[in-house]
């Protein structure tokens, strides 16, 4: 079997077993045929290489100065390719299984302040060509601040999970998974608002003889529905129009307010680690440093010894 065989056959398996999705497929595949270049620019295979090998290519990434989550992630696709090989009898050995990763940096996430994210909500209102538009941002942002979802679960959301004026959002995550995450009532408003417009978008459509679409935010485009990409430049559009430094944002970094804003308000960490999506509450526990001041002033409030 190929390296090329090898790779589909890998890819396959994660979707039948483990419900992987399309954009974690992409980053194995990515990740895999970096690795397959590498030894076949070496005389080497995926069948041959062994974990001197293996170490090699880690050493390559680390001098083209990959950042060590990337070269993590390299070696997590290696890992899982061996570890699928040896399951299927395709190699008698895993040659990845015994070598640590470079580990990741704890960096805390960027974040927005609370009036930096008004001022992006506020400028979502009035951007667009025309109406439409921007109903359509409105109702972009305040769902992305509301819920902080991921931006490929905001773009792909189907218009059914919109229907009824919903108190809770319906959202499909990473491997198939689905969690309901509550609507706050700015985003409930923007959401019927769009919601009716889009209504009337889809009669107009049926008159004309074109077919209605599945999704809350459609688009002409090959995928039906508003692109991580399109959704990005606008959020930029939307950053030089509300004052806020384009360079701070991002879609994830709404996502990092929606959780920053709500555990410094005393939400529970169990319960954002739900409304992320977050399988392990470790990925989770990075958001705890907005804790610290809170804290700090608390101590200072009731300690006996803190007062004058």
């Known amino acids: 079997m190929s390296d090329r065989h090898w790779r589909s056959a890998f890819l396959e398996a994660q979707v039948a077993e483990r419900g992987a999705a399309q954009n974690t497929l992409l980053a194995y595949d990515r990740d895999l045929a970096d690795f397959e270049g590498w030894l076949a620019d070496r005389g080497s295979t995926l069948s041959d290489a062994s974990r001197d090998t293996v170490e090699a290519y880690l050493v390559h990434c680390d001098a083209q100065g990959m950042a060590k989550s990337t070269r993590a992630r390299r070696l997590s696709s290696i890992k899982q390719l061996y570890r699928f090989a040896f399951e299927e009898g395709l190699r008698s050995d895993n040659p990845a299984v015994q070598i640590a990763g470079p580990g990741r940096d704890k960096r805390l996430p960027k974040t927005l302040s609370p009036e930096e994210v008004d001022r992006l909500l506020e400028a979502a209102q009035t951007h667009g060509r025309g109406q439409v538009e921007r109903l359509r941002n409105t109702c972009l942002m305040e769902l992305l601040y509301a819920t902080g979802m991921r931006v490929s679960e905001l773009v792909s959301l189907p218009l059914s999970a919109a229907k009824g004026d919903p108190r809770m959002l319906l959202i499909r995550g990473k491997g198939g998974k689905e969690r309901l995450v509550p609507l706050s009532p700015p985003a409930r408003a923007a959401l019927a608002v769009w919601v009716a417009q889009r209504d009337e978008m889809e009669t107009e459509a049926r008159a004309k003889g074109k077919p209605a679409s599945a999704f809350l935010f459609p688009s002409r485009g090959k995928a039906g529905h508003l692109t991580r990409h399109a959704f990005y430049m606008l959020i930029k559009e939307l950053a030089v129009e509300g004052g806020v430094s384009p360079?701070?944002?991002?879609?994830?970094?709404?996502?990092?307010?929606?959780?920053?804003?709500?555990?410094?308000?005393?939400?529970?960490?169990?319960?954002?680690?739900?409304?992320?999506?977050?399988?392990?509450?470790?990925?989770?526990?990075?958001?705890?440093?907005?804790?610290?001041e809170r804290l700090r002033d608390l101590v200072l409030d009731h300690h006996p010894l803190a007062k004058d």
């Open 247 to 292: 360079a701070k944002v991002t879609p994830h970094t709404l996502r990092h307010a929606f959780a920053t804003h709500l555990l410094a308000n005393g939400a529970d960490l169990r319960a954002i680690q739900t409304f992320l999506g977050h399988a392990d509450i470790a990925t989770t526990e990075i958001y705890t440093h907005v804790l610290e």
